[in-house]
C-alpha cells in the first residue's frame, strides 16, 4: 500500500509515488487529507460508543428489562385485558 520514493526519503502512498507529475501527485495527496480526517474522526466517535456500551452494557440490559417486564406485570396485563366497563344507568 504504501512504499518509499526513489530518493528514500519518505513513504507515499504506492499509486501517488508512481505519478511523476508533481503538481499532480501534490494535488491527489492534499485531495486524500480530508477523507482521512473525516475517517479518523467516524472512528474515533463509533470507539467512543462502543467504550460507553461496554462500559454500561448491564445497567442497558437491566434497564430494557425492568421496562419490558414491567409491561406484563399483573396490574398491567389486567388493564390491557380487561378495559374498564362502562355502567349503563339507563336501565
Given at each position: 500500500?504504501?512504499?518509499?520514493?526513489?530518493?528514500?526519503?519518505?513513504?507515499?502512498?504506492?499509486?501517488?509515488?508512481?505519478?511523476?507529475?508533481n503538481?499532480?501527485?501534490?494535488?491527489?495527496?492534499?485531495?486524500?487529507?480530508?477523507?482521512?480526517?473525516?475517517?479518523?474522526?467516524?472512528?474515533?466517535?463509533?470507539?467512543?460508543?462502543?467504550?460507553?456500551?461496554?462500559a454500561?452494557?448491564?445497567?442497558?440490559?437491566?434497564?430494557?428489562?425492568?421496562?419490558?417486564?414491567?409491561?406484563?406485570?399483573?396490574?398491567?396485563?389486567?388493564?390491557?385485558?380487561?378495559?374498564?366497563?362502562?355502567?349503563?344507568d339507563?336501565?
Amino acid at each position: 500500500m504504501f512504499e518509499f520514493t526513489e530518493d528514500k526519503k519518505g513513504l507515499r502512498p504506492k499509486y501517488i509515488g508512481t505519478i511523476k507529475h508533481n503538481g499532480i501527485r501534490r494535488t491527489l495527496m492534499v485531495l486524500m487529507t480530508l477523507p482521512t480526517i473525516l475517517a479518523v474522526i467516524c472512528l474515533n466517535f463509533f470507539m467512543f460508543l462502543v467504550y460507553v456500551i461496554m462500559a454500561f452494557w448491564k445497567l442497558i440490559l437491566l434497564g430494557t428489562f425492568k421496562l419490558l417486564a414491567g409491561m406484563f406485570q399483573a396490574k398491567t396485563w389486567e388493564v390491557w385485558h380487561k378495559p374498564r366497563q362502562v355502567h349503563d344507568d339507563s336501565k
